[in-house]
């Protein structure tokens, strides 16, 4: 597993994912106190959106299972106050109350039977007006149905009913369901099933 990990890193481009984005844009449209702006991101791997949160001056907990994904973080980004790291499985992860939970593509990689109550500590450790982003797999992904996968029997998948019940306390200012064929970050053909969340908590 941690030699699949090395490969996905070699491979994973810089620029950050568009739900961390559309969130960003969101809180700066809205001038949360710089003081409130302290960011938890979940599965960070080697830091594309880290990097993009401390461009825009928040405090950033990084947080990997993978001990290599925290030490190439750290020698992308070098000596910077605004963050710091943990190295520790997700489902196994402490953080303090965020403005905002950002989880790109790394909450389907916490098994089913854990996944709930990370999901509840997400929410619950979410500041009132905070933000969720990041990305689920649905039932219909490659994964799901037989395609060979980098963490067997450690993946997640969601059917839509599952994620509107999962979303029904927040504002949801993005649900996108994405259907398609194409390629993973290191170029094996895969069916992609996934849906793209941008939350708001009231």
Known sequence: MTGQWTRYYEHA???PRATLLLALDRFESEQPPQASRFAVDLGCGTGRDTAELLRRGWQ?????TQEEAIERLQASIGEQRLLSTKVAPIDDADWPQALLVN?????PFCGADRFAAVWEHIRGSLATGGRFCGQLFGDRDGWATGGASPAKG?????TRDEVET???PY???RLDEIEEDGQTAVGDPKHWHVFHLVLRKP
């Open 166 to 168: 999962l979303v029904a």
């Open 171 to 173: 504002d949801v200012e």
């Open 103 to 107: 989880a790109s593509f790394s909450l």
């Open 13 to 15: 481009g810089p620029e």
């Open 60 to 64: 950033v907990l990084a947080i990997d």
């Open 154 to 158: 450690e993946i997640t998948f969601h």
